[in-house]
Nanobody, 121 residues
């Protein structure tokens, strides 16, 4: 079993930056890929980025490439999402999830409760 807790969300102006963190617990966490997803009001949950268990493979959704960076520190059981050049359309609840490396929600078995990111234009 893996438990995930996101933090770092908040209100930021367009063009600004935020760093989301995901704290994980559970002995098997280090064997899982971790993804970040987001969900805006009235929209489906969408893929943002994912990172393999070793950190050697990362994949990003096209709209965040060059602006967001996913990373992990397995010694701290932590995953990060550095978000730069934020836009109003990045406003959503952001979730981290642990599971298999992939871009669909069904690839992931464990989910956090989410953290709100609001970008004002």
């Amino acid at each position: 079993q893996v438990q995930l807790v996101e933090s770092g969300g908040g209100l930021v102006q367009a063009g600004g930056s935020l760093r989301l963190s995901c704290a994980a617990s559970g002995r098997t966490f280090r064997s899982y890929a971790v993804g970040w997803f987001r969900q805006a009001p009235g929209k489906e949950r969408e893929f943002v980025a994912t990172i393999s268990w070793s950190g050697g493979v990362t994949t990003y959704e096209d709209s965040v490439k060059g602006r967001f960076t996913i990373s992990r520190d397995n010694t701290k059981n932590a995953i990060y999402l550095q978000m730069n050049s934020l836009k109003a359309e990045d406003t959503a609840v952001y979730y981290c999830a642990a599971g298999s490396l992939g871009s669909r929600p069904y690839h992931y078995d464990f989910w956090g409760q989410g953290t709100q990111v609001t970008v004002s234009s």
